[in-house]
């Protein structure tokens, strides 16, 4: 089964830089998450979206920006990198918009997520 | 997440049984979830159950749910090494049920 899909991987930053991660969902999802893990850290979430549209903003920083387009996939842009931001960034899909009334559980599907180091 | 707690390490030996507890301050939160994070890896969801729930069984996963205090329980029975990873406890929140972890429970097993 296709699986929510982060590129890249791994992304090496040096401070006051500038960083894209790309997030695939999966096909048919129609809600989109952003979350920032730092070091032995609980995943905060950032921002989320929503048939295109941004749903629900959480801890994003406002050097971070972040879309969804046309065909679904969201793209998180950081600006002016600090040493703090140095985390794994997970994008997470689900259906949960489809669901007659949002009632039932919003499962969150995770990517493996995309490790971040800034220098 | 400063509205889940959990204990953050918990420590048996093989094929005993494992609990992981937490607490969560959301009482509208419809749905509970435990997710599962291995080194290096993205968050697996285990299990998750109706906050109208007081038990949910799931092969060697048995989820607790004291609505009153707002305490979740996960049960892992016949606990593996390769159980051996950090538990997050998760509510939803908000119109479009973004989920709020906890901090994690790291789970070790050892021999």
């Known amino acids: 089964a296709a699986g929510v899909i982060q590129s890249p991987r791994h992304l090496i930053k040096e401070k006051r830089e500038t960083a894209t991660l790309k997030c695939y969902p999966i096909p048919r999802h129609d809600t989109v998450y952003w979350y920032q893990q730092g070091p032995g850290q609980d995943p905060q979430f950032l921002i989320s979206f929503y048939e295109k549209m941004q749903s629900d903003k959480g801890s994003i920083p406002d050097r971070f920006s972040a879309q969804q387009f046309s065909d679904y996939h969201s793209e998180l842009n950081m600006s002016s990198l600090e040493l703090g931001d140095s985390a794994l960034y997970f994008c997470?899909?689900?259906?949960?918009?489809?669901?007659?009334?949002?009632?039932?559980?919003?499962?969150?599907?995770f990517g493996a997520g995309s490790r971040l180091t800034v220098l | 997440g400063e509205d889940v707690e959990q204990s953050l390490f918990l420590s048996v030996r093989e094929g005993d049984s494992s609990v992981i507890n937490c607490t969560y301050t959301?009482?509208?939160?419809?749905?509970l979830y435990w997710y599962k994070q291995e080194p290096g890896a993205g968050l697996q969801l285990l299990t998750y159950?109706?906050?109208?729930?007081d038990m949910k069984q799931d092969q060697r996963l048995t989820v607790l749910l004291n609505k009153k205090d707002k305490h979740l329980s996960l049960r892992i029975a016949d606990t593996q090494t390769g159980d051996s990873a950090i538990y997050f406890c998760?509510?939803?929140?908000?119109?479009?049920?973004?989920?709020?972890f906890g901090a994690g429970t790291r789970l070790a097993v050892h021999p």
């Open positions: 998760a509510e939803n929140s908000g119109g479009y049920n973004k989920l709020i």
């Open positions: 159950i109706f906050s109208n729930m």
């Open positions: 997470a899909s689900s259906v949960y918009g489809r669901t007659s009334g949002r009632r039932g559980a919003n499962v969150l599907t």
């Open positions: 959301d009482s509208s939160s419809t749905y």
